[in-house]
């Protein structure tokens, strides 16, 4: 190959000349032996078709030819040589994959036929498939050695990357498919044809673009946050201004396992969209994904155009332990300006949640003793959330995301007073059981020793004032008491004992 290099375009120019002299007529009984062709192959550091012959078997060569076939498949002369010169390398015609020929010319002037001596390299084209998001590539057969290939190798390589053998095929195919290339790059390729000789021709190297349609400039899942029980919902925000308008919301509960459709829109014309899930979101925790979907005409599936950041359903539980209430959740992940913190909210007895403390992004657990919470009458039943706060995003907005609600269940603890005094301006003028947390389920009646009903309750924080049923008080006496109640924790208890009503 060291000789291939030596005659370039300098040598080519210089021999032109030759071409303008004129030699007499030749005739058939005349016509030197033809040089035979071996090879034509492009070389891939100019770009050169070199093409090279050996010698004509006749002695009395004077200059060798070269031709390349034209436009109109035609030959035209386009370099003539000395008849020590075996090679010639034809610059600036390496992708135009040009047949040519070489004769020999003696020193009368009669010129050799081409007969089948054209050789012409390998052609190739290579076209992306969106569809199946892989690399088609086709070529023409080498001209020249028919009967004589063994096979082809086809290199392939990421444009910028050192080639590789991608696969060896038999002369009799001219196809191959690479198939699961990088989406939104390029690849180069050439063919090399094998001689059965062991000689070798290069194609000259075709380039592809695999290239998807445009993506959103931005899509991002805003918030995903509990609604209730049983539903959660996720936001998402995307560009629609291109040409890709569809997107396919997907999630999964454990970041080890394969994500499974929820739902796919088409063509949206809102760049804000609202999905709602339904799932027990007390139990599991379901991370997302927003992905952006093309389905181009030909396509029988959409193509995965882009992928938003992640979000995922906060859960919430709690752990009641010697009267500390512990709270941990799953960390929200994430938003797309970063996530500030969480808030903690407790239920308050009206039923509106209420902060009670904020921690710093990195925080999934909190804790609290019971004992703050007591206030006589709170039900056994602690209501808490957590909201995810987002950082403002460009537009100056803070996203939120809540949490399911936990619910520590405590067990109740009662304390019934034996006395009381009726109309009275201290505070024993009413009986009812001193408790620490109300019960879920819960009746108190109270009768005399003849077993007439005095009063009667299911509300924890109601007492008897020491009236019949309402109307005027009742004599000093002994009465009978009776409580029945299920706290929180499942808990049934009964209790049954003697108050006396004094009056001062």
């Known amino acids: 190959m060291a000789g291939i290099k030596t005659y370039l375009g300098t040598i080519c120019a210089t021999l032109l000349l030759v071409v303008m002299v004129m030699f007499p007529v030749r005739t058939q009984a005349q016509l030197p032996d033809i040089p035979d062709l071996i090879r034509v192959t492009v070389d891939h550091s100019d ?26 498949n035609s030959f035209e002369k386009i370099f003539s040589f000395s008849s020590n010169t075996f090679e010639c390398k034809h610059m600036t015609s390496g992708l135009k994959n040009l047949a040519y020929a070489v004769t020999a010319e003696d020193s009368t002037g009669n010129e050799s036929v081409f007969g089948q001596n054209v050789h012409r390299a390998v052609h190739l084209s290579v076209e992306f498939d969106l569809c199946t998001q892989s690399n088609n590539l086709q070529w023409t057969s080498y001209e020249g050695w028919e009967g004589e290939i063994s096979g082809y190798r086809v290199f392939g390589a990421v444009s910028g990357g050192a080639f590789q053998l991608l696969k060896f095929v038999q002369a009799s195919t001219t196809s191959y498919t690479h198939a699961s290339v990088g989406v939104n790059n390029s690849y180069n390729y050439y063919i090399e044809t094998v001689q059965t000789s062991g000689i070798v021709s290069l194609s000259a190297i075709d380039t592809v673009a695999t290239l998807l349609p445009e993506a959103p400039t931005y899509l991002i899942i805003d918030h995903v946050t509990v609604v209730n029980q049983s539903t959660v919902e996720l936001q998402y925000t995307a560009d629609i201004a291109g040409p890709v308008t569809s997107f396919r919301v997907l999630r999964r509960s454990n970041p080890d396992t394969p994500f499974t459709e929820v739902e796919t829109r088409w063509n949206v014309s809102e760049s804000t969209q609202v999905v709602q899930d339904q799932f027990p979101t007390g139990s599991i925790s379901y991370q997302y994904m927003v992905q952006s979907l093309f389905l181009p005409a030909s396509c029988t599936t959409p193509l995965v155009v882009s992928e938003s950041n992640r979000g995922n359903s906060i859960l919430l539980v709690n752990e009641l332990h010697d009267q500390m209430v512990t709270l941990s959740w799953t960390p929200y992940e994430t938003y797309e300006p970063g996530l500030a913190g969480y808030i903690i909210q407790r239920r308050s007895n009206g039923g509106d949640f209420f902060d009670i403390e904020t921690m710093g992004p990195l925080a999934t657990q909190w804790q609290e003793t019971i004992q703050s919470v007591i206030n006589g009458y709170q039900p056994g039943e602690v209501q808490y ?8 995003n460009e537009a100056g907005t803070e996203e939120n995301s809540f949490s399911n609600i936990t619910a520590a269940a405590i067990e109740t603890h009662m304390q019934v007073p034996s006395a009381f005094t009726p109309g009275s301006n201290n505070m024993n003028f009413e009986f009812k059981p001193q408790m620490d947390f109300a019960p879920r389920e819960y009746v108190m009646m109270v009768m005399d020793r003849g077993g007439r009903k005095m009063f009667e309750t299911t509300d924890p924080g109601e007492g008897w004032d020491g009236r019949f049923q309402g109307g005027e008080f009742v004599n000093e006496a002994v009465y009978v008491y009776y409580i029945q109640y299920t706290d929180y924790t499942g808990l049934f208890k009964t209790f049954t004992g003697n108050v006396t009503v004094l009056y001062p």
Do not use: C, E, F
């Open 385 to 392: 959330r957590v909201i995810a706060l987002g950082n403002p």
């Open 47 to 72: 770009n050169g078709v070199l093409i090279q012959w050996n010698p004509s078997s006749d002695t009395d060569i004077r200059l060798y030819h070269l031709y390349k076939m034209n436009a109109h």
